[in-house]
């Protein structure tokens, strides 16, 4: 294991990419899904308005996105942190 | 070749693969029983989450949920976002960590992390009402499942079921369920997406039913989209718009979030992401899971819309071209003897459709009955009920008045209700003629309704067994490793060797799927509801102890498990309050109705609050009490650094 304050820096590395991570979790989903749709009301994706669209299908493209995202950042963090296996 | 005869093909060579990959992949190890040598690939992983998680009510039903909700489509949409959401949460948040620590169960964890049998005793008693709670679901899916498609009795289908799961759940454990999951995942995914592109074709021309649902309806020449094709004509029929506002926003939120956070909970779902070798594996795991469940989920809501516009348009056959009531109904001399109308009376025969010709003008009119109205026809038949039995000599004078004065409200109450700009007198009609329509039926009819060939219907039929074989298997799984590591090893016999414990989560698997069975056969009345008991549990019990446990080096054993006693009681109660002490029917204090929940909030809901009454409770008693010993302290430092999961075993 990294030293540490290695280990330290590697954590708050890692809680900050979750919490941007959570951030466009909640946004895609409350947020434009539910939250923003009667004022997105006017702004259309083919045939559904943008809220029902991302409460249907756009939410979940964005958490496929989200995570791979994610999943890549971490292994760079953890290359920059030597804690890969 | 009949369509039973097909049926029973295809779904004998499903059967004979899942048997086939039970006996290749046969557990020789209790880490190859719980979690399957921790050698299985990512996406391989992926694919048995998929199947794993997708159950009967994601195949069969939730299509329906979406399509026929009366407050509408879109409201629907918490199902679709909460049931994928989580799969974010459970990547970010726990499987990662969980997988570090490398241990086979999630009682296990919690008990190493609050240094505490108790603590894993009663992450225990909570993991096991939320699998069986669930398991119950699927042995009946698998049962009427096998009792429409082909031709045995529900019971004789749960025993079928059953003997399959025990051949490959009790030979294999968690190896041989994953490589079943993962065949069980091919052929249910193949049986949800063919129906839903030839649909999708027919009404949109998008093959891809994803731009289906967003595209132009194909016999306006592209005027118009299917969606506003569907809002226009639902609201004609007096329902509520397809994609009408919620009428409850901030439920609708809590209830999203629950079902994310119960998601994340549910521990036939993290124990899958103790199966594969690192901990980068299981972040990637995650991804490839939802992958394959978004494949099928962001079908569901194309299915759902489109096979609403299907069943209005089939009744409504002037709906395709103008509005419903531009031409006459569907008449019944149609249903009897147009081929392509048939499926209307196979299903009608099962109880999942059910029709009546109330005006006796030969046709069938499929509309919303206003409540008015419902309660004035309602009010008819009872009166003249009781004119009919009343005894020979009594005075017929008042009943008689009665049932006139019952036609006359009758009569006002059409008067009153419009459809379109004419009242339901002016046109002729009593009531809703489509009496019972089936949520299921909006995915098993859809193949006929679609008038795909035989061989489709076949699939459709092999997919929905799929879907709850595989689920049920992951559930017993839970259960059964729960009672052999987490109860007998690690609480009465912790002297127990590996060949005994194998033995005894084997003995554990078949007395779970005994059970099961058994509560398959003889279901409590209350079988809907109790998953709403499950998600509510799991977000307000485990979610929250397993979160604290990575993200806090604080909160301890007393604030553990006080936490999971407090969501688990008060999510509880909130939920028995309206549905009835223990579900028993009668005995709740709140009739279940949106004016009487607690700020609107929903008992499908509460899980969220109860999630925050854990947090609270934990956080608050960990301050007042002591912290955690030093080797906690480790223990939690050790799972935040990736590095050595591949070594890290348990025994």
């Known amino acids: 294991m990294a030293d540490k304050s290695s280990s330290n820096a590697y954590w708050a590395a890692n809680v900050r990419i979750i919490l941007i991570s959570l951030a466009v979790w909640f946004a895609c989903s409350f947020g434009l899904g539910i939250i923003l749709r009667p004022a997105l009301k006017g702004i259309m994706v083919g045939g559904a308005d943008l809220g029902f669209w991302f409460a249907q299908n756009g939410s979940i493209y964005v958490f496929l996105v989200l995570i791979f995202a994610y999943a890549a950042r971490m292994n760079k963090l953890d290359k920059e942190h030597g804690v890969d296996e | ?651």
């Open chain 2, 1 to 651: 070749m009949d369509q039973f005869t097909l049926n029973l093909i295809v779904v004998g060579i499903t059967f004979a693969i899942y048997i086939g990959i039970a006996i290749w992949a046969r557990a020789g190890s209790t880490a190859e029983f719980y979690a399957a040598g921790q050698g299985v690939n990512p996406i391989m992983n992926g694919m048995a989450t998929g199947a794993d998680w997708m159950s009967a009510a994601s195949f069969i039903s939730m299509a329906g949920i979406i399509a026929l909700a009366p407050a509408g489509g879109y409201q629907q949409s918490a199902f679709l976002m909460g049931w994928t959401g989580g799969y974010v949460l459970l990547a970010l948040l726990l499987a990662p960590y969980l997988r570090k620590f490398g241990k086979f169960t999630v009682p296990e964890f919690i008990g190493d992390r609050f240094y505490s049998t108790t603590a894993r005793l009663v992450a225990v008693i909570c993991l096991i009402v939320i699998s069986v709670t669930y398991v119950i679901g699927q042995m009946r899916g698998v049962g009427v499942t096998f009792s429409r498609f082909l031709e045995v009795s529900t019971d004789m289908g749960l025993y079928i079921g059953a003997a399959i799961v025990f051949a490959y759940a009790v030979l294999g454990g968690m190896k041989g369920i994953t490589y079943t999951q993962v065949a069980q995942y091919i052929v249910l995914i193949i049986a949800y997406t063919i129906p839903a592109i030839f649909i999708s074709l027919a009404l949109t021309g998008n093959f891809f039913p994803q731009l289906g649902l967003i595209g132009s309806y194909a016999p306006s020449n592209g005027e118009i989209s299917m969606l506003a094709k569907l809002d226009s004509l639902v609201t004609e029929l007096g329902f509520t718009a397809y994609t009408a506002e919620t009428s409850n926003m901030f439920n609708m939120i809590l209830f999203t979030m629950a079902l994310m956070i119960g998601t994340a909970g549910l521990p036939h779902v993290i124990i899958r992401f103790f199966t594969v070798p690192k901990v980068a594996d299981a972040r990637s795991s995650a991804g490839w899971a939802l992958v394959f469940i978004a494949l099928l989920y962001t079908v569901a809501p194309a299915v759902g819309a489109m096979a609403r516009l299907n069943l209005t348009t089939t009744f409504w056959p002037g709906a395709v071209t103008g509005p419903a009531l531009s031409a006459p109904a569907l008449s019944i001399a149609d249903i009897e003897s147009k081929p392509e109308l048939s499926w209307i009376n196979t299903w009608k025969a099962t109880g999942l459709l059910n029709f009546e010709d109330r005006n006796g003008d030969g046709m069938i009119q499929y509309f919303n009955e206003p409540a008015a109205v419902a309660a004035a026809n309602k009010a008819v038949a009872d009166a003249q009920k009781a004119l009919a039995e009343a005894a020979a000599d009594a005075d017929k004078a008042p009943l008689e008045a009665a049932v006139t004065e019952a036609q006359a409200a009758q009569a006002a109450a059409l008067a009153e209700a419009k459809l379109g700009d004419k009242s339901l007198a002016e046109l002729g009609l009593v009531g809703n003629e489509l009496t019972k329509v089936d949520n299921d039926i909006m995915v098993l009819a859809n193949p006929e309704i679609a008038a795909l060939p035989g061989w489709v219907v076949a699939l459709v039929a092999a997919g929905g067994l799929a879907a709850a074989l595989s689920t049920a298997a992951g559930l017993l799984l839970a259960i059964s490793s729960a009672i052999s590591h987490d109860l007998i090893k690690g609480a009465l016999n912790p002297n127990i060797s590996e060949k005994g414990e194998l033995l005894a989560a084997r003995i554990s698997m078949a007395v779970a799927i005994g059970v099961a069975t058994w509560l398959g056969l003889n279901p409590p009345g209350f079988a809907a509801q109790v998953v709403a008991l499950a998600f509510g549990l799991a977000a307000a019990t485990i979610f929250p102890a397993l979160m604290m446990g990575i993200f806090s080096k604080r909160i301890n054993k007393e604030g553990a498990i006080l936490g999971m006693l407090a969501g688990l009681v008060f999510t509880a109660v909130y939920i028995f309050l309206y549905l009835g002490w223990f579900f028993i029917p009668g005995t709740n204090v709140y009739a279940n109705t949106p004016a009487n929940h607690f700020f609107g909030i929903s008992p499908l809901s509460i899980g969220t609050i109860g999630a925050l009454v854990n947090f609270g409770v934990a956080w608050i008693v960990s301050m007042a009490t002591k912290a955690p010993p030093r080797e906690v302290v480790d223990l939690v430092e050790s799972i935040r650094i990736p590095r050595g999961a591949g070594k890290a075993q348990a025994h």
